[in-house]
T-cell receptor
């Protein structure tokens, strides 16, 4: 079945630094791919998504490109802010539709002033 | 934005008792809701799809008699953990599916921390 793998461990970086969080997937067919963000004390929120190969999702300065050849959907932001501190989850749609999702483990991002 | 609430936010119960967790979509109707389970430092694991007015669809390996799901209205789904045991201790998260135009989005609740003693 579909699965999603995120890079290990939390990410700590300084304000205005470049952020990359790696995400790769295994899938039957061509899933839709998502990044969700969870701020402290809140539920997961959709950050961005891409539904087909070479699509680029973007929102709030974050970007991710659906790369079929490398089965990846890495999240990037050119200049992070303290307010970007959160947990980021990569997700893939599951076969048979109905909006079911498979999630990665998540990455805690801490941005230091 | 769309809001999904869960109640309670945390619950502690004794082994052998049953616990009910509610998931509500506050400002939209959701024919489909989802229940996830999250262990510490692990990903969210989809447990089941809750369908309004019909039986839930469980993922492989999830005991339907252990985790009872009722989606009796368009804004409420409940998950009951029956005869809870310490291994059921976990963070349970629900989401509600909202159709927007030609696409749809899942909106997540803040989660419920269950501790079984």
């Amino acid at each position: 079945g579909n699965s999603v793998t995120q890079m290990e461990g939390p990410v700590t970086l300084s304000e205005e630094a470049f952020l990359t969080i790696n995400c790769t997937y295994t899938a039957t067919g061509y899933p839709s791919l998502f990044w969700y963000v969870q701020y402290p004390g809140e539920g997961l929120q959709l950050l961005l998504k891409a539904t087909k190969a070479d699509d680029k999702g973007s929102n709030k300065g974050f970007e991710a490109t659906y790369r079929k050849e490398t089965t990846s959907f890495h999240l990037e932001k050119g200049s992070v802010q303290v307010s970007d501190s959160a947990v980021y989850f990569c997700a893939s749609s599951l076969p048979k539709g109905n909006n079911r999702l498979a999630f990665g483990k998540g990455n805690q991002v801490v941005v230091i002033p | 934005g769309a809001v999904v609430s869960q109640h309670p936010s945390r619950v502690i119960c004794k082994s052998g008792t049953s616990v009910k967790i509610e998931c509500r979509s506050l400002d939209f109707q959701a024919t489909t809701m989802f229940w996830y389970r999250q262990f510490p430092k692990q990903s969210l694991m989809l447990m089941a799809t809750s369908n309004e007015g019909s039986k839930a669809t469980y993922e492989q390996g999830v005991e339907k008699d252990k985790f009872l799901i009722n989606h009796a209205s368009l804004t409420l789904s409940t998950l009951t953990v029956t005869s809870a045991h310490p291994e059921d201790s976990s963070f349970y998260i629900c989401s509600a599916r909202r159709r927007v135009g030609s696409g749809d989005t899942q909106y997540f609740g803040p989660g419920t921390r269950l501790t079984v003693l």
